[in-house]
């Protein structure tokens, strides 16, 4: 069950991890410890930590961490990016979920974490085979048979 990173490089490696990977591996292998995953502009920034260009970065995490990567987008989903944010809630987030159903067939919109939009917000993707999907087409269930 991976989420798309909802802090910059920078977020991560100061306000969460604080500390700087030694390496392009140590990074990877340390977030693998974490729900995450990588968006492209993660991929960006990590090209100026590590002094490599972002698509070798990619084809290294592609090849030796593909866990770590994200596709097949199928819902909307609006998570806070503030970390503070989501220490608060931790693993317990789907306790503080905020959403709404456009309509029965269409894919939802999920909006993380009851901030009320104090926290900036941003598109993250999630893979149609996760168990996080799967989570989300329970809790949509569940609302459609209420």
């Known amino acids: ?20 990977p030694n390496s392009l591996i140590d990074f990877c292998a340390k977030i693998m410890l974490e729900p995450y995953a990588l968006s492209k502009s993660h991929f960006d920034e990590l090209e100026i930590y590590f002094k490599q260009p972002a698509s070798e970065i990619y084809a290294f995490v592609v090849t030796c961490f593909p866990d770590l990567l994200i596709s097949d987008i199928n819902y909307d989903i ?20 905020n959403y709404q159903f456009r309509n029965e067939s269409e894919k939802p919109i999920i909006k993380f974490h009851k901030c009320n939009g ?20 329970n809790i949509k269930e569940k609302i459609i048979k209420k």
């Not at 069950?1 to 700087?20: A, C, D, G, Q, S």
């Not at 998570?79 to 809630?89: D, E, F, P, Q, T």
């Not at 900036?120 to 893979?127: A, S, W």
Request: glycine content about 4%.
């Open 118 to 137: 104090k926290c900036h917000t941003d598109q993250i993707e999630l893979n149609i085979n996760s168990a996080f999907y799967k989570i989300l087409n």
């Open 1 to 20: 069950m991976r989420i798309i990173l909802p802090f910059t490089i920078n977020e991560l490696f100061k306000e969460v991890w604080h500390v700087y």
């Open 78 to 97: 609006v998570m806070c990016r503030g970390w503070n944010c989501y220490l608060k809630y931790g693993k317990n987030f789907l306790n503080e979920v």
